[in-house]
């Protein structure tokens, strides 16, 4: 890199604009975005072996299915991740198990991202508010192992975040070989 610049900045990311030379030897230009804060994605599992999926619209994509993720924030991976279960779930977990950590969209993000696996879920007690509207929430919906997969298969489930943290969860509950 010969030299990089902000281009744009806020709260959650930084856009710059690197000067490279490519592999050919020629010059170019490369935008990346960085998140600010890793993020975390929770597989949360119920008793029922089902995993707790959230219905939302995105600014970005529309409406969409995904598991519960956020930003960090700048706090411990755990305690992001259990804050995001319950602001988008209304779900708190007992057990915890942290999966290997995950990197998106290469090509033009430095995003990396920590995937959690939740069991031993509880709905949370009144006065544990969730921020479901504010995140854009129309639905939080628990569906059986099988029939993820299913909607994997049929791009029901698109986002990239979920089906490869989907995957990490089921290479590590045993479910893929």
């Known amino acids: 890199m010969r030299a990089s610049r902000a281009v744009y900045e806020n709260a959650w ?7 490279v030379v490519r ?5 170019g230009v490369y935008g990346v975005v960085e998140l600010r804060h890793p993020a975390v994605i929770v597989i949360a599992m ?3 072996d089902e ?5 939302l619209d995105r600014h970005t994509v529309g ?7 956020g930003g960090s924030d700048g706090q411990p991976f755990l305690d992001a991740a259990r804050r995001e279960l ?15 950590p995950m990197s998106m969209l290469n090509g033009v993000t430095v995003a990396e991202v920590r995937p959690f696996l939740a069991t031993g879920l509880q709905r949370a007690v009144d006065g544990e508010l ?4 504010e995140e854009g929430i129309a639905e939080v919906q628990a569906i059986a192992w099988p029939e993820v997969l ?3 298969g049929t791009g029901e489930i698109d986002d990239g975040e979920s089906v490869a943290a989907l995957f990490r969860a089921a290479l590590e509950l045993g479910r893929v070989s």
Do not use: H, K
């Open 13 to 19: 990311i930084r856009v710059r604009e690197d000067e």
């Open 23 to 27: 592999p050919d030897g020629s010059d």
């Open 46 to 48: 119920t008793d029922d």
């Open 51 to 55: 995993v707790l999926l959230v219905d």
């Open 63 to 69: 409406r969409t299915l995904e598991l519960p993720a």
């Open 86 to 100: 319950l602001e988008e779930t209304g779900y708190t977990a007992s057990f915890w198990r942290e999966l290997s």
């Open 130 to 133: 969730s921020t479901q509207r």
């Open 150 to 152: 299913r909607m994997i």
